[in-house]
Every structure is written in C-alpha cells, then in structure tokens.
Antibody, heavy 119, light 111 residues
Framework: QLQLVQSGAEVKKPGASVKVSCKAY????????IHWVRQAPGQGLEWMGR????????TRTQRFQVRVTMTTDTSTGTVYMELSSLRSEDTATYYC????????????WGQGTLVTVSS | QSVLTQPPSVSGAPGQRVTISCTGS?????????VHWYQQLPETAPKLLIY???YRPSWVPDRFSCSKSGTSASLAIAGLQAEDEAYYFC???????????FGGGTKLTVL
C-alpha cells in the first residue's frame, strides 16, 4: 500500500534544530519527488521545498534557503528534513508529500509531524 | 499572505451547490499550470481531491468538479452533504518562484 510514514512529534527550544523523517512504502522510492509542506496552528498550507530522491537535488523557497536541509537515504527509502535555528513561529505540523512532477499535485501525504518550539 | 487567493469561508445547505474560487496571477494559474484541490478534515493530513483537467481519485464522488479560466480556478461541489464540511485548498506551480504555491484555504460549512 502506497504511504508515507513520518516520525513522531517533537518539542524543541528556540535556537535548536529538528530533523523529521518520511519513509516511503509501496512504490519505487527514486521515481518521484518528495515535497515538504508545513501548516501552523489554524493556518493554511505553506510549501517549503522538494527533493529528488534519485539525485539528492533540492529546491527550497526563499524563506527556507538557509535554515532547511533536505536529505535522502535511498537504502531505506527515507527522506529527512532538518530545520535549524528554530523560533516560536516554526511551531507547526510538517508534512511530506509525494509529487510525480515538479509542477504537479501531491497525491500521497504523510500523517504529519507536530513540531513545537517553546522555551 | 498566500500566493493564491481563496475566500476564507463558504456555506450552503444540504443538497445545494457551492463554489470556491482560487485567484492567482500570470506566473502560476495564468501561465497554464494545472490547479489541484485538496480536502482537509480536522486534525488530519490534506487529501488530493481533484487534479488537472477535472480528474478525481477513486474515493471522490462526481459531485466534485473544477474549472479554470485565465488566472482563476474554481471548485464546485454539488448536492452538498454534511460529510463535505472541511477545509479546501487550491495548489499550483509558480514559475517566478520555481515552486508550488497554495491558496490560504476555505472552510466549507454545511448548514
């Protein structure tokens, strides 16, 4: 069954980093992009960037260019998203989602990982 | 501020038809990039609802349809049912940003 399974909720202090994992099941991992989307409490969806698991090539939005690192482990079919220099505004649910084309839709989503940034 | 603009809320009575608009610009919807729609129920991940030229995943009834014209798109829901109460988001690709963009989301209330 095609699914993306993410790591569990995290609580971090301001200034720390968080690394969220997203493991793919049920399809050929290298064939499709993995995108990261976040949703602050009560807010809309914000696209953060994508990674091509076959090459490790990444694209990130301007606001996450410096603080976001996306990596892939093809041996386990897992993608990682690390967000550094956390601040309270980064408190959100982070989703990974599969996209078959750069400009396409996201047909499969992970269950989401809640990251809470609090002192 | 989202790149795509949606109304914050819409409502309708059971059985009625409602539409949700999604307005973009010449670098996204107007550049002929496809528009996709997602449904999000409370405390759950978004689910792909409609994509491209009115394609629906198997779980989506044909009461849901979409259209696009110029720099705008819309989602239509006919024969409203209580289970349709959810948030709906539009998504497209923006060539000037080289990435995907979302609307701010619309909360559908079934009266």
């Amino acid at each position: 069954q095609l699914q993306l399974v993410q790591s569990g909720a995290e609580v971090k202090k301001p200034g720390a980093s968080v690394k969220v994992s997203c493991k793919a099941y049920g399809y050929t991992f290298n064939h499709d992009y993995i995108h990261w989307v976040r949703q602050a409490p009560g807010q809309g969806l914000e696209w953060m960037g994508r990674i091509d698991p076959s090459s490790g090539s990444t694209t990130r939005t301007q606001r996450f260019q410096v603080r976001v690192t996306m990596t892939t482990d093809t041996s386990t079919g897992t993608v990682y998203m690390e967000l550094s220099s956390l601040r309270s505004e980064d408190t959100a649910t982070y989703y990974c989602a599969r996209g078959r084309m750069i400009s396409g839709n996201f047909d499969t989503w992970g269950q989401g990982t809640l990251v809470t940034v609090s002192s | 501020q989202s790149v795509l603009t949606q109304p914050p809320s819409v409502s309708g009575a059971p059985g009625q038809r409602v539409t949700i608009s999604c307005t973009g610009s010449t670098s996204n919807i107007g550049a002929t990039y496809d528009v996709h729609w997602y449904q999000q129920l409370p405390e759950t991940a978004p689910k792909l609802l409609i994509y491209g030229d009115n394609y629906r995943p198997s779980w989506v009834p044909d009461r849901f349809s979409c259209s696009k014209s110029g720099t705008s798109a819309s989602l239509a829901i006919a024969g409203l049912q209580a289970e349709d109460e959810a948030y709906y988001f539009c998504q497209s690709y923006d060539s000037s940003l080289s990435g995907s963009v979302f609307g701010g989301g619309t909360k559908l209330t079934v009266l």
